[in-house]
């Protein structure tokens, strides 16, 4: 990727600069791998890998790439156990620790490491980073040079360690604004949410979403959904649950999930035929309206509307309004 060379610090500034303003036009899911290719620009590499997992262990739930293939991360969680770089970086967080310095080249060269995970992909220099995050998420930051002629410099490794911060900040600022833009933020309205890998380990979080885990699960593990996920595609319509008095949403985020929860209310005793009137009905439409929007006889909704107030124990669409304002 051209001359080897290490930025000025004003272009490093715009660089952080950028990354952090342009959080808000990037879907979150796209967002690391917009990161390395902005990365790439002033620290040269050849291919890169952003993985990340549940505190230190190296086990990957989520991870992106750059010159690489789908299958790379799970060949690096299966040789992890005979990367000698491993325990460097996981005892040096924060800090590029360069495969050099760990193993000299000529046994590098010579293991079965390399033929087996790095070789295949044309990879001869590698200068890896781990990062430990508030939410307990353990990220790898590797950066990889096809020519073993093109070492990494120590100002380069300096760089990278000066970047890497504000690399994983900044992709965490990008789930931020995605929830704040996105999700209810009403006091009046109980939901929170928070964005998880497949495995429930959270990306980022509202502090309602973790003060209602807290009320509704007490025993819980601080960084990780008590609570399994169901199976979902990255294509896949949201899936709505209800679990321990909490309404439960899952909605697909790429590679990663949108979780929604709120407290059970009054509402959620009503069917779904039942809510869709509500909805229309709150939105100030006639019974003849609401019955010409869901094809129903106007009498049909009337006796669905008498059955609402029954159960919720109201008399009034003031009252409905007012639950539905709650919710």
């Known amino acids: 990727m051209g001359n080897r060379k290490v930025e000025s610090s004003a272009n490093i500034d715009e660089f952080i600069s950028h990354l952090y303003r342009s959080a808000a036009r990037i879907a979150p899911n796209q967002y690391r791998v917009w990161a390395l290719e902005q ?6 590499f050849d291919a890169a890998f952003w993985g990340t997992g549940n505190q230190a262990s190296i086990h990957f739930h989520y991870a992106d790439h750059l010159g690489l293939d789908e299958h ?6 299966e040789t992890i156990e005979i990367n000698p770089i491993k325990e460097q970086v996981i005892k040096n967080l924060s800090k590029p620790i360069d495969m050099s310095d ?12 390399y ?11 590698i200068l890896a980073t781990g990062h430990l995050d508030k939410n307990g998420l353990y990220s790898l930051l590797s950066l990889y040079r096809f020519d073993r002629e093109q070492v990494f410099t120590q100002a380069e490794q300096e760089l990278q360690q000066h970047l890497t911060f504000h690399l994983v900040s900044a992709a965490s600022h990008a789930f931020f604004l995605h929830l704040h833009a996105d999700l209810p933020q009403s006091p009046s309205q109980q939901a929170a949410s928070a964005i998880c890998d497949r ?3 959270f990306h980022e979080v509202q502090p309602r979403f973790v003060s209602l885990l807290n009320e509704y ?23 709505t649950l209800e679990i321990n008095k909490l309404a439960i949403s899952f909605k697909p985020l790429g590679d990663l999930v949108v979780v ?3 407290p059970l209310g009054p509402l959620d005793l009503l069917s779904s035929r039942e809510q869709q009137i509500v909805e229309q009905i709150c939105k100030g439409l006639s019974f003849k309206e609401v019955a010409k929007l869901l094809s129903l006889a106007p009498s049909t909704v009337s006796n ?10 109201i008399t009034s669409r003031t009252e409905l309004a007012q639950l539905v304002d709650n919710k």
């Open 102 to 113: 760990v193993i000299s080249d000529e046994m590098f060269y010579q293991s079965s490491l």
């Open 217 to 239: 699960f007490p025993e819980r593990a601080a960084t990780i959904l008590p609570f399994d996920m169901p199976q979902l595609s990255p294509d896949s319509d949201p899936v």
């Open 260 to 262: 929604n929860l709120r």
């Open 199 to 201: 495995l429930g380990c």
């Open 72 to 77: 790379y991360a799970q060949r690096l969680t």
């Open 115 to 125: 033929t087996r995970l790095f070789q295949p992909y044309g990879i001869e220099r």
């Open 39 to 44: 990365l790439s620009q002033v620290i040269d």
């Open 304 to 313: 669905h509307l008498y059955r609402v107030y029954d159960k919720l124990a």
